[in-house]
């Protein structure tokens, strides 16, 4: 009854499955978040991550009727 919502500041590409400590797309809904932050600079630059990796995290975050 409030107008706060819920975001998450990562998510993980991949569905189901075994990925200790990864949060998919999936379980961020389960939870209540619409949103989601893909593409910062400090996963870019500490963690490697790609133009190809944050591609599909937005697919699945879209496929998961998250807001990136």
Avoid at 9 to 24: F, K, W
Wanted: charged content about 20%.
């Amino acid at each position: 009854g409030t107008s706060i919502e819920l975001g998450a500041q990562n998510l993980y590409a991949a569905g189901d499955g075994a990925y200790t400590g990864e949060v998919n797309a999936a379980m961020l809904t389960d939870v209540g978040c619409r949103f989601v932050i893909l593409g910062h600079s400090e996963r870019r630059q500490l963690m490697g991550e790609t133009d190809d990796l944050v591609a599909k995290k937005m697919q699945a975050a879209l496929a998961g009727n998250l807001i990136p």
